[in-house]
């Protein structure tokens, strides 16, 4: 069975700054897919960014951006230019593409953007 | 533009109480799924379903129950609510196989069981 481990419970960062989470995963896959998923306040679950095993080359979305590192199964997520409205928990997820194509999630880390 | 609709977004049980969560989407997505986040677990996945008329159990089945009677609509049933039920229950749909695509979910109902 497939886990996905973020060792960074909380987090905070200044405003306009840099911040990176880190995730990581196990299987013996080689096709799958993993996401990043934003947790405001509000409860509402939105994705940041997503990446597909075969790709390469990293996934980018404004400023966000990732780091995978397919052989240490590894899926950071650098936040560049912290902003306050990013402040909230961040799960990263792991999807094999299969019938039901079921996804596994972190436990995730809260993130706080400090003014 | 609805999406994924849960109701209620909140309820209070008593143990043994009995209650159903209804999910709703219009976007014609095969997929639907039921999890439910605790405090540094993450999202666990319930239930699933891949069409109309058909289940699967997920990573916690035990003590609850799923119909998918219409395409568009995923139902989660408690029969005889528990504390350990205390939890905030997401659903999500998606499209079916071969899409790469995102989980659609929604607003979460908050569920405490006294």
């Known amino acids: 069975a497939q886990t996905v481990t973020q060792s960074q419970p909380e987090m905070s960062v200044q405003e306009a700054e840099t911040v990176t989470l880190s995730c990581t995963y196990d299987?013996?896959?080689?096709?799958?897919?993993l996401f990043w998923y934003k947790q405001p306040p509000s409860r509402q679950m939105i994705l940041v960014i997503r990446?597909?095993?075969?790709?390469?080359q990293n996934a980018t979305e404004n400023r966000f951006s990732v780091n995978f590192q397919k052989a240490a199964k590894s899926f950071s997520l650098k936040i560049s230019d912290s902003q306050l409205g990013d402040t909230a928990m961040y799960f990263c997820?792991?999807?094999?593409?299969?019938?039901?194509?079921?996804?596994?999630f972190g436990p995730g880390t809260r993130l706080s953007v400090l003014p | 533009n609805a999406g994924v609709t849960q109701t209620p977004k909140f309820r209070v049980l008593k143990t043994g109480q009995s209650m159903t969560l209804l999910c709703a989407q219009d976007?014609?997505?095969?997929?639907m799924y039921w999890y439910r986040q605790d405090p540094g677990m993450g999202l666990r996945l319930i239930h699933y379903?891949?069409?109309?008329?058909?289940?699967a159990k997920g990573e916690v089945p035990d003590g609850y129950n799923v119909s998918r009677l219409k395409k568009q609509n995923f139902l989660l049933g408690l029969e005889s609510a528990a504390p350990s039920q205390t939890s905030v229950y997401f659903c999500?749909?998606?499209?079916?196989?071969?899409?790469?695509?995102?989980?659609?979910f929604g607003e979460g109902s908050r569920l405490t069981v006294l």
């Open positions: 990446q597909e095993a075969y790709k390469q």
């Open positions: 976007m014609n997505h095969e997929y």
């Open positions: 997820a792991f999807m094999k593409p299969y019938y039901g194509q079921n996804f596994v």
């Open positions: 379903s891949v069409g109309e008329g058909t289940t």
């Open positions: 999500a749909s998606r499209p079916g196989t071969g899409a790469a695509g995102e989980l659609f």
């Open positions: 299987t013996s896959e080689s096709n799958y897919y």
